[in-house]
Structure formats: C-alpha cells, structure tokens
C-alpha cells in the first residue's frame, strides 16, 4: 500500500468552502496515496469561521470547531469514496458531555469507518484548556490492513502501543500537534519506540508553522515520518521516509504489510514476542 502523512499548516478560512477547498486539494495531491493521516487539532483551523474574537478565545473556539462535526465528516466520507482510499482526518473536539473530548474519526472508501478518542491528556489541555479524556483503544479491521491510533501524546506510554500490539495491529497512526522541538521529539521517540516494540509500522503526522489568530495552536513543530523497527525487514534506522522539519506537504512511501508479521516472527531481535518477560520485573 502507498501511505501519506501530513505535515499539516494552519490556516484561516472566511467561510467553509475554503476549508473545503483545502483538504480536497490535500487529498489529491496525496499521489494515489491508500492511507492519508492528517494531524492531530488540524481541525482547530475551522476556529477562523467564528472570527477572530472566538478564534482566539480558548473555550470559544472549541465549541465552534464542534459545531461544523457533521460538514466535516460528509466532506471526508466523499473524499474517501471519490478517491477511494483511507482518510484519518485533522482530530478536534467534540462535545458528548460537559467537557469535550479530541477525537480523530477514520474514514474509508464505504464511509466512515470509526472514531479513537486522546486517551491522555497534557498539561495544557488539563490546566488551560480543560478537554477530557476517553480512555478505551479501538481497532480498525480495514481492506489495508489492522489499524490502531495513539493521538500525539498517548504514542509516548508503551501500555498503550503494547495493547494494540497484542490487539494484532500492524499499523498505528500518530496524528499529533506539538508547540516545541521538544514536545515534537518526544512524540516522535515515543512513534519510533512503538514501532520498536511492537515491530509495526507507525505513521506521524504533525501540524506545522506558525498561527497568530489562535493561542492554542500559535506555533507548531514537527516533521512528517513513517517508521518501522530496524530488525532487519526494514531501513537499519527505522525511518522508512520522513519529511523536512517545518515544512508542509505529504511524506509518502510503500509499504508491505506482510513485513510486520515476518519481523515479529524472523527479526534480528524479538521484542514484540519477549515483550511477556518484560512484564514482572524484580528489583534484586
């Protein structure tokens, strides 16, 4: 399969065609891709159609970035179905109880495949922004293949990747938005050390570049990649493409899924299948 991740910059939108306009014109330059992964907040920039007074308000701008839920996902459903191909859109907020949760929704050529919420918030959407969490890890049975998702900060707790793993996944997706070359590292350790672990492939996908009409995504970091374990079946660093730091646009690369089950079981090392004697470790 061909696989596309984002790095996803942020912009402002008069009104929602624009927005249409600009993932649709993403999707088709994805080259053919069969995966699309956009980032996680990547649908923030939707804050802009309320102005800039609710753009910039924290509270304000979730409520409007929920309240387009239904268009985005319809956009989505037909993107997918027109170009036939898979499509993780931009995560953000929805509103299912008092606190909204970051949910990023999986869509497919039949329609809309289903939804993983962040299981573990940061400091910032804890103290400052007061979005919850969800916990409960999803798989996604897809024409591609098992698929799991890890949103941004939830890459970086082996539990998490590990119970995907055992899951039988052989893909997670990490759409992830950080403000820091710092928080972007240490998504992106966390990506490559589950694909490490779980010998799979994992996808990040980042926003990038600078936003001054909205404090929550003022600055982004990162750098589009893909990852596999180095055990042999794949590039000795792990890296089986990745993208310049900060800059927009697709990082793509085939992908041969049947590698994952040949590392878990002929790898140079074995750590999906010794992950168990890893479990009780004794202090002596």
Known sequence: MKIAAAAYPIDWFEDFGQYRA???????????????????????????LGGRAVAGDLEASLHEVARHRDRVAA???????????????????VFEGARPVNRAVLFGPDGRIGHQDKQIMTRFEREEWDVAGAPG????????GR????????????????????????LILVPSCTDTVAGFSRVRIGAMAR???????????PTVGDCDWMPALDENRGRAAIYGPPDGFWPETGII???????????????????VEQSRRDGAVLPFAHWPESRAPKLI
Not at 75 to 93: F, Q, T, V
Not at 137 to 144: P, S
């Open 147 to 170: 698929i799991g998702i890890l949103i941004c900060y939830d890459s970086e707790f082996p539990l998490l990747g590990r119970l995907l793993a055992e899951a039988e996944v052989e």
């Open 195 to 205: 694909a490490l672990e779980s010998q799979c492939v994992v996808v990040h996908a």
């Open 75 to 93: 956009l989505h459903e037909d993107l997918a179905r027109r170009h036939g191909c898979h499509i993780l859109g931009a995560s953000g907020p």
């Open 241 to 259: 493409a990745e993208g310049g730091m900060d800059r927009p646009g697709w990082v793509v690369a085939e992908i041969d899924l049947s590698r």
């Open 22 to 48: 600009k993932i649709t014109r993403w999707v088709e330059d994805a080259q053919g891709a069969d995966l699309l992964v956009f980032p996680e907040y990547g649908a923030m920039e939707l804050a802009s």
């Open 137 to 144: 890890l999803r798989v996604f049975d897809t024409a591609l």
